[in-house]
């Protein structure tokens, strides 16, 4: 080795068969064609409505409006303890009948 050089030459391996090396024809992606569904007459289409449904809005009971699924679907952050249990609290405030 030279008296510059740290480190030792490597040879890089390079491929003398022309069969390794063929050129890659780039492939192009088919898109698949999304079928139209036929819009039917009778059906007003909302631009503002995508789905037809008004967002749910007219609900037939009154007790399943938006405020009530939301408060029925968030469970309480402390959930109540078992009746009769642990009564040491409440048992103060409360009268035992």
């Known amino acids: 080795m030279p008296e510059g050089c740290t480190r030792a030459r490597v040879r890089v391996y ?3 068969h022309s069969s390794t090396i063929r050129p890659t024809v780039p492939t192009v992606p088919t898109v698949p064609t999304v079928p ?3 819009t039917d007459p009778s059906v007003p289409t909302d631009p503002t409505d995508p789905w037809g449904d008004r967002g749910i809005t007219d609900r037939t009971h009154p007790a399943e409006t938006p405020k009530t699924l939301r408060r029925r679907s968030r469970a309480h ?3 109540r303890p078992c ?3 642990d009564r040491r609290g409440s048992a103060r405030r409360r009268p035992r009948r």
């Open 14 to 16: 390079v491929p003398t």
């Open 36 to 38: 139209t569904v036929p």
């Open 77 to 79: 952050p402390l959930p």
């Open 83 to 85: 009746a009769g249990g």
